[in-house]
T-cell receptor
Framework: AQSVTQPDIHITVSEGASLELRCNYSYGATPYLFWYVQSPGQGLQLLLKYFSGDTLVQGIKGFEAEFKRSQSSFNLRKPSVHWSDAAEYFCAVGGNQGGKLIFGQGTELSVKP | DTEVTQTPKHLVMGMTNKKSLKCEQHMGHRAMYWYKQKAKKPPELMFVYSYEKLSINESVPSRFSPECPNSSLLNLHLHALQPEDSALYLC?????????????FGPGTRLTVT
């Protein structure tokens, strides 16, 4: 079965600290993986995506993610968090049925001053 | 331009009203989507259109009626909604239905059913 797990419902980090958000997927074939961010009351913005090739993917706003096939993981990282990064983060995998994205439950990020 | 626009931003309607949500994209995308999102939850897929034809209906109640007048526009007609239908409704588009195509989301319409 296809699924995405984000183990952390809520994470709090201090401004300027590093960040890692975890994402584990279950998918039989080559996964196409995405990270989206959603600020309160807003739509989802694509941060980055992985299809193939280099397993370290750079995205917008200083984010990067590393694909590890052996661990079925696609963790999102940022070296130094800014207060404006406080938001909900969703990991997703492109599903078998055309157009379906399979989302994780999301991780809410809070940033302490 | 990677923008998907949605109108209105907010909508309050009674259970006997009829209203419509509108979505527009000018990226030349051939696939468009409607999602429903409750607070603190991921978006739930409702409908998918590909080349202006309905491709997926995720067993959505008939009080929600989608329409795709052309490749740039997507509507969601609402009738006789229930209070539990109150949610953020998101529209998205992508180049096509293949798994590797990322979806671009609009800002959403916050719907409240009274």
């Amino acid at each position: 079965a296809q699924s995405v797990t984000q183990p952390d419902i809520h994470i709090t980090v201090s401004e300027g600290a590093s960040l890692e958000l975890r994402c584990n997927y279950s998918y039989g074939a080559t996964p196409y993986l995405f990270w989206y961010v959603q600020s309160p009351g807003q739509g989802l913005q694509l941060l980055l995506k992985y299809f193939s090739g280099d397993t370290l993917v750079q995205g917008i706003k200083g984010f990067e993610a590393e694909f590890k096939r052996s661990q079925s993981s696609f963790n999102l990282r940022k070296p130094s968090v800014h207060w404006s990064d406080a938001a909900e983060y969703f990991c997703a995998v492109g599903g078998n049925q055309g157009g379906k994205l399979i989302f994780g439950q999301g991780t809410e990020l809070s940033v302490k001053p | 331009d990677t923008e998907v626009t949605q109108t209105p931003k907010h909508l309050v309607m009674g259970m006997t009203n009829k209203k419509s949500l509108k979505c527009e994209q000018h990226m030349g995308h051939r696939a468009m989507y409607w999602y429903k999102q409750k607070a603190k939850k991921p978006p739930e897929l409702m409908f998918v259109y590909s080349y202006e034809k309905l491709s997926i209906n995720e067993s959505v109640p008939s009080r929600f009626s989608p329409e795709c007048p052309n490749s740039s526009l997507l509507n969601l007609h609402l009738h006789a909604l229930q209070p539990e239908d109150s949610a953020l409704y998101l529209c998205a588009s992508s180049q096509g239905l293949e798994r590797n195509y990322e979806q671009y989301f609009g800002p959403g319409t916050r719907l409240t059913v009274t």
